[in-house]
């Protein structure tokens, strides 16, 4: 039986079959910092196995702590994912540590602020690459095992710029809606597998991840949600099955920012004025221009 934390969040429907986490090996990418660390701490609490891979030992050393301080079994992978073709290096190491994964979640991610005529070939590889590609190979490495064993959840962590792309963090939303529309379908795949697929939709983190990191805050008519929110999202879409879901802000928020989507789905054009009138073109424009200071003062 799953220990739900914080009573912050709304009670879980009873009577419904819910998948243990307890227990299961959970491959994390992404897990040594932001949202990833939340994710991880979230995942120790229901004493599950969790293989974080990311690029900083340090970072890993400091999550697979709080994984055994919270009842969890941590082991950190220093692994950058970009490197696609050697990913099954990264899923052979893993075996041999401890058998086949029974849930992956693909969190990795980068955003690089740009007018698109200003990326380079190497920006769109980069952020393709880390967003999309990884997640795809890594999954179809780890499948056939899944397949095999007749259970398994992948996890993919989109945006809400997957469902409305983002001016000048064009790359991004592209990466992120293909990482949503592959998803989709790969659930559908699935069906009667055993084999679970989910997909979550975050809108702007205030405290941890991407958007902190620029230092500049989310537009307040947008909304914002905090990093455990995404990973409680993460935790309750395994236990239930969900195939996806919107985290932004509380429900009413996120209800709000369901049927915008919807409508923008009919009248693109309106969806264009939405993001002008919450902003967003403003708030990438800002980052830009943040960016481009410190690129000044390095030189």
Request: hydrophobic content about 45%; proline content about 2%.
């Given at each position: 039986?799953?220990?739900?934390?914080?009573?912050?969040?709304?009670?879980?429907?009873?009577?419904?079959?819910?998948?243990?986490?307890?227990?299961?090996?959970?491959?994390?990418?992404?897990?040594?910092?932001?949202?990833?660390?939340?994710?991880?701490?979230e995942l120790a609490k229901q004493q599950?196995?969790?293989?974080?891979?990311?690029?900083?030992?340090?970072?890993?050393?400091?999550?697979?702590?709080?994984?055994?301080?919270?009842?969890?079994?941590?082991?950190?992978?220093?692994?950058?994912?970009?490197?696609?073709?050697?990913?099954?290096?990264?899923?052979?190491?893993?075996?041999?540590?401890?058998?086949?994964?029974?849930?992956?979640?693909?969190?990795?991610?980068?955003?690089?602020?740009?007018?698109?005529?200003?990326?380079?070939?190497?920006?769109?590889?980069?952020?393709?690459?880390?967003?999309?590609?990884?997640?795809?190979?890594?999954?179809?490495?780890?499948?056939?095992?899944?397949?095999?064993?007749?259970?398994?959840?992948?996890?993919?962590?989109?945006?809400?710029?997957?469902?409305?792309?983002?001016?000048?963090?064009?790359?991004?939303?592209?990466?992120?809606?293909?990482?949503?529309?592959?998803?989709?379908?790969?659930?559908?795949?699935?069906?009667?597998?055993?084999?679970?697929?989910?997909?979550?939709?975050?809108?702007?983190?205030?405290?941890?991840?991407?958007?902190?990191?620029?230092?500049?805050?989310a537009p307040k008519l947008a909304g914002?949600?905090?990093?455990?929110?995404?990973?409680?999202?993460?935790?309750?879409?395994?236990?239930?099955?969900?195939?996806?879901?919107?985290?932004?802000?509380?429900?009413?928020?996120?209800?709000?920012?369901?049927?915008?989507?919807?409508?923008?789905?009919?009248?693109?054009?309106?969806?264009?004025?939405?993001?002008?009138?919450?902003?967003?073109?403003?708030?990438?424009?800002?980052?830009?221009?943040?960016?481009?200071?410190?690129?000044s003062l390095k030189v």
């Open positions: 039986m799953l220990k739900w934390m914080g009573a912050r969040h709304a009670p879980l429907q009873m009577g419904i079959k819910m998948t243990t986490i307890t227990g299961k090996r959970i491959l994390l990418t992404g897990a040594s910092r932001g949202i990833g660390a939340y994710i991880a701490r599950a196995t969790i293989v974080s891979v990311s690029r900083s030992q340090q970072g890993l050393d400091r999550v697979c702590g709080e994984i055994y301080a919270l009842g969890g079994q941590g082991i950190g992978i220093t692994f950058d994912i970009s490197n696609v073709e050697k990913l099954p290096l990264l899923v052979q190491k893993i075996e041999e540590l401890i058998g086949s994964i029974d849930i992956v979640i693909n969190n990795a991610g980068i955003e690089i602020y740009k007018a698109f005529q200003n990326y380079s070939l190497s920006d769109l590889q980069s952020v393709l690459s880390i967003n999309l590609l990884a997640a795809m190979e890594l999954t179809r490495l780890l499948l056939p095992n899944m397949l095999f064993q007749g259970s398994g959840h992948i996890v993919n962590i989109a945006s809400l710029a997957s469902k409305k792309g983002h001016p000048y963090d064009s790359i991004y939303s592209a990466s992120k809606a293909g990482l949503l529309m592959w998803t989709d379908a790969l659930r559908q795949e699935l069906t009667g597998t055993g084999v679970r697929v989910s997909t979550i939709c975050p809108g702007y983190v205030g405290d941890a991840g991407l958007l902190a990191d620029t230092g500049i805050p914002t949600s905090k990093a455990e929110d995404v990973a409680y999202a993460v935790v309750k879409a395994i236990a239930h099955n969900q195939a996806e879901v919107i985290v932004n802000g509380n429900s009413m928020t996120a209800n709000l920012t369901k049927f915008l989507l919807a409508i923008e789905q009919f009248f693109p054009e309106f969806g264009d004025s939405v993001n002008r009138w919450l902003g967003v073109t403003k708030l990438n424009q800002m980052r830009i221009e943040k960016s481009s200071k410190k690129t």
